[in-house]
Nanobody
């Protein structure tokens, strides 16, 4: 199992930016697709961005054009650059394997809280 530790969240005003980091305890070079998920209070966890190998990316319509996912396999890191943040982006953000790979239940970290509010 690979353990993920998310960081970089915080309180920002609407229109602000944050960069989230995901540090893996082991190599992610062999994980075909990595993704960022988020879960808002009372809502299901949803996939917002994924990256296949090191270049092909996919985004939920709600974040397209605002968020950018990237990965550094040499450092076992995955990043999520979030710009033009909106209050509806408020959630706990997690990283894990992404479709077409199913997330591993035992790999979920504690997540990092992102709060967008004025």
């Amino acid at each position: 199992q690979v353990q993920f530790v998310e960081s970089g969240g915080g309180l920002v005003q609407p229109g602000g930016s944050l960069r989230l980091s995901c540090a893996a305890s082991g190599s992610i070079r062999t994980i075909y697709a990595m993704g960022w998920y988020r879960q808002a209070p009372g809502k299901q966890r949803e996939l917002v961005a994924s990256i296949i190998t090191t270049s092909r990316t996919n985004y939920a319509d709600s974040v397209k054009g605002r968020f950018t996912i990237s990965r550094d396999n040499a450092k076992n890191m995955v990043y999520l650059q979030m710009n033009s943040l909106k209050p509806e982006d408020t959630a706990v953000y997690y990283c894990n394997a992404a479709p077409p790979i199913a997330p591993r239940g035992g790999d979920w970290g504690q997540g990092t809280q992102v709060t967008v509010s004025s």
